[in-house]
């Protein structure tokens, strides 16, 4: 059958129209990928200039430099982010861990929370507890407590090194008996012993390469901040902000006299 005229006259603007709606609904979702992933690189980059300040400020540049190098590599043979890793880090150095002993404590902690399905939750958690342990000098029945609601039989270990039973142990620590350096290598090589190895076959598996991916992604653009582009976008943030603040000075008159209207 024939078009009518009236039919014509309907197709062809939507056929004159079809390219751009394709182009605009191919388009529009990568732009919005793009612009996303700018975010996150730029999110990235910024959070990795945080940790080196941090880190340089806690260890001093060239050993920061190296602290970060050594995670670097850590993370790659782990299922876990570099950004946790270096959060965790962070933490120990500031609970007073030396910088040599922060990898090996990262190490024995992961492969318990690889082993019990923690994850990052569970390093946080554990990081915690024994850097508060570290922190006040001895071993207290609130760490304790702490890491064995995250499924590690930290008395059990504890009683090992000390030679008694759960009880024993239970009752040496409420006597403030323990130091910190006796319960924190108890539960270090009580971890090893029983779950040792446990993230470097966690890595093997899918969730851990698509981890280790994204690690090797965000070390490359964690290198970003060191580039002269984005000491440019900094200086040039930086310079907006006596602009900005004039401004919304001289706009306070107005709004609170709108406000109060």
Known sequence: NAYRKDDICLVYPLTRALPVLLTAAVTLPLGAAGAKAMQWALTTARAAEQADIALSTMLGPERAKQMIADLTEFAKKTPFEMSGLTDATQKL???????????????????????????????????????????????????????????????????????????????????????????????????????GGLMAEQSKTLSGALSNLGDAAEATIKEIYKTDAYKELASAVADLAGPVGDLVGNLMPALEGALSA
């Open 93 to 195: 150095l500031a609970y007073g861990f030396a910088a040599d002993d922060v990898i090996p404590t990262l190490r024995a902690i992961g492969d318990a929370t690889a082993a019990l399905g923690s994850g990052q939750e569970g390093i946080d958690a554990c990081t915690r507890a024994i850097g508060q342990m570290q922190a006040k000098s001895k071993v207290m029945s609130e760490e304790m407590l702490q890491l064995t609601e995250q499924g590690i039989p930290a008395w059990e270990y504890l009683a090992e090194a000390l030679g008694t039973d759960v009880a024993g142990a239970q009752e040496m620590v409420t006597k403030g008996s323990v130091d910190a350096a006796t319960g924190i290598a108890a539960l270090k090589a009580g971890m090893e012993g029983d779950f």
